[in-house]
């Protein structure tokens, strides 16, 4: 099962711990810092890890409501 976390900039500390505890289940995980390099196109590359995710942890943080980037992440898998 490949897993992609959602995340705030400010839960990356959080976001870190739940990527290691995954892994060491035997999870896939998708994760930006693994993923995204400088000079990439970050929003093709995360649209693809979407597409490849069977499922998706959202990190809800305080800071979560003025994240666009997980909102457009969260609307993305909306269905």
């Not at 839960?11 to 000079?39: C, F, N, T």
Request: net charge negative; with cysteine.
């Amino acid at each position: 099962m490949k897993v992609f976390i959602n995340n705030s900039q400010q839960a990356k500390p959080l976001a870190r711990l739940v990527v290691k505890a995954l892994r060491q289940a035997g999870l896939d995980v998708w994760y930006d810092e693994d993923e995204i390099y400088p000079g990439d196109n970050w929003a093709k590359i995360t649209g693809e890890g979407l597409e490849k995710s069977d499922a998706m942890v959202v990190l809800l943080t305080p800071d979560v409501p003025c994240s666009p980037n997980v909102q457009r992440n969260v609307s993305f898998c909306a269905w």
